[in-house]
């Protein structure tokens, strides 16, 4: 697995840090994204979205690559009585994320992660069925796969959506995303052959406070943006 390097603005300098600006909305982000992704070569790219916050995002990206657009099915798992705290995530393909210290540190046992899995789990399939029906995901062996969400706090469900991705034998995993946090980028690089980030705030609180508009992305933009960017071919069961 790559280790990636510094997060990257497109033009092999730093990504910037302190010098942020807010976006109008996730279609503006993606724009900002697509140019710094402009280098990639895009005749064997397939972009993954994290619903669904992430796909108008990656439907710009993969406009501008002329490129197939996914979702990867992957849910964060929310600590008991304080699902907004995130202790994990899941993904499909079978991987699940802990935050050990932040299960510790609440005194999480085991049956509790496990009833909270099975609820979103639950709520996975159900979104992966409205979005790609019974189709699972592509091969991507010969193929650079870029993961997009909209941004990047903690990094815990774009670590699983990449290891998801990982699974499908790409021969690169590239992490995109407009905002991040620097903690959550420094627990993924690890993860990715490449981070691409339009700007990385010294003052971070939460991916919304980034976008004038942050409003909720639903189920059906979702299925219309897949619909118009067109599905990757050489799908597995």
């Given amino acids: 697995m790559g280790r990636g ?13 302190g010098r942020a600006r ?10 900002a994204l697509a140019a710094r992704l402009d280098r990639v070569d895009d005749g064997a790219v397939v972009v ?27 849910r964060k798992l929310g600590a008991p009585g304080q699902p907004q705290l995130a202790m994990g995530a ?9 935050d050990d210290r932040t299960v510790q540190m609440l005194g ?12 979103e789990r ?36 774009a670590r699983a959506a990449c290891r998801a991705v990982r699974q499908q034998g790409p021969d690169q995993v590239i992490l995109a995303v407009p905002v991040a946090s620097s903690q ?14 339009v700007q990385t705030p010294e003052e971070f609180i939460s991916v919304g406070q ?14 219309a943006l897949l619909a118009e960017i067109g599905a990757p071919k050489g799908r597995t069961s």
């Fill in 5 to 17: 390097p510094d997060p990257r603005d497109g033009d092999g300098a730093p990504a910037p840090r």
């Fill in 22 to 31: 807010m976006f109008e909305d996730r279609a503006e982000a993606g724009r």
């Fill in 48 to 74: 993954f979205a994290l619903p669904r916050g992430g796909v108008p995002v990656a439907a710009e990206i993969a406009r501008a690559l002329g490129a197939p657009m996914d979702v990867i099915g992957v």
């Fill in 90 to 98: 899941i993904a499909e393909n079978g991987i699940r994320e802990v």
């Fill in 108 to 119: 999480i046992v085991d049956a509790a992660i496990d009833e909270v899995e099975a609820r």
């Fill in 122 to 157: 639950e709520e996975l399939q159900r979104r992966l069925s409205a979005y790609r029906g019974d189709r699972g995901l592509p091969d991507l062996h010969g193929r650079t796969a870029i993961v997009v969400d909209d941004g990047l706090a903690t990094g815990s469900t």
């Fill in 184 to 197: 959550g980028l420094d627990a993924l690089r690890a993860e990715v052959d490449e981070v691409v980030v």
């Fill in 210 to 223: 980034w976008y004038h508009d942050f409003g909720q992305t639903t189920d059906d933009e979702v299925v």
